[in-house]
């Protein structure tokens, strides 16, 4: 595991934006799994401009994104479908077909979830996944004690899930208890995996990330597991991790010899 401490939001940024572009560059064909959020949105506003200023070819690009809530249309303002078309899809021009979200409608919800999963593995699986992580330690919707091999399902949101977003929602507007997401096995299989977490809030889950044991209980812990997972800090963000010090040291020993 990489763990980087970046100097504020806006290097993390920098920095995660930089890695997706020179993948692209190595391979126009890029597969990318999404995140939604508040973390990601800088990652998309370079995106966008390295796009616009003619640096990036979005064209081939795939996209699969985590997850998505049941019950929101399409084009409601608190949907994924609609935050990823503002956020990032309108303004890298992907080709419509090339955008996948996992299914929250129809009669046949697991099938159309083992649908999302072969998706993914006929794209040729994901090169890039980008995640955040919530304050409850959860990747996608896999809420605590989520189990470790899941796969796309549909999710419960717990009340810390829940209380952490009803800030979008307008007084009496109802919120999604239920979300159909990527499980953490189907996230472990991404190529590689960039994660970024800002704020004090999100500490608590860092730490039981990258230096508690691997548990059910704080499903970013998994990420143990995966053999190319980065993570882009911010300060409040790495303020709990024990081994603060020695990330700093292995960054400057990474930088000086040319990463
Ligand atoms: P946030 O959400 O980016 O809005 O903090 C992250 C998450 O819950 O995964």
């Known amino acids: 595991m990489r763990v980087i401490e970046c100097s504020s939001q ?6 995660v934006a930089a890695e997706i572009l020179a993948a692209l560059r190595q391979k126009p064909g890029l597969v990318l799994g999404l995140a939604t959020g508040s973390t990601p949105i800088g990652v998309y506003q370079r995106l966008i401009a390295a796009k616009r200023a003619g640096a990036a070819d979005f064209s081939r690009v795939r996209t699969f994104n985590l997850d998505e809530y049941i019950g929101l249309p399409a084009d409601h303002p608190q949907s994924y479908r609609h935050f990823m078309r503002a956020q990032l899809f309108d303004g890298i021009g992907l080709p419509r077909h090339h955008v996948h979200f996992p299914p929250t409608d ?6 159309a979830c083992r649908a999302y999963e072969q998706a993914i593995k006929s794209a040729g699986g994901i090169d ?9 330690g959860h990747i996608g919707f896999n809420e605590p004690t989520s189990s470790l091999a899941s796969r796309t399902r549909v999710k419960t949101l717990t009340d810390k899930t829940l209380a952490d977003n009803a800030r979008f929602y307008g007084k009496g507007e109802a919120q999604p208890q239920l979300a159909t997401t990527m499980g953490v096995g189907t996230i472990l299989e991404a190529r590689r995996i960039l994660l970024q977490s800002f704020g004090t809030k999100k500490a608590e889950a860092i730490r039981q990330a990258v230096e508690g044991p691997v548990s059910s209980f704080w499903p970013a812990s998994a990420l143990q597991l995966h053999p190319d997972v980065t993570f882009f800090l911010d300060a409040d963000s790495a303020s709990l991790l024990t081994m603060r010090e020695y990330y700093r040291r292995v960054r400057k020993n990474e930088i000086e010899l040319g990463g």
Do not use: H, K, R, T
């Open 128 to 136: 890039v996944q980008l995640l955040g992580i919530g304050s409850n």
């Open 10 to 15: 806006d290097q993390a940024a920098e920095l």
């Open 106 to 111: 129809g009669n046949d919800l697991p099938g």
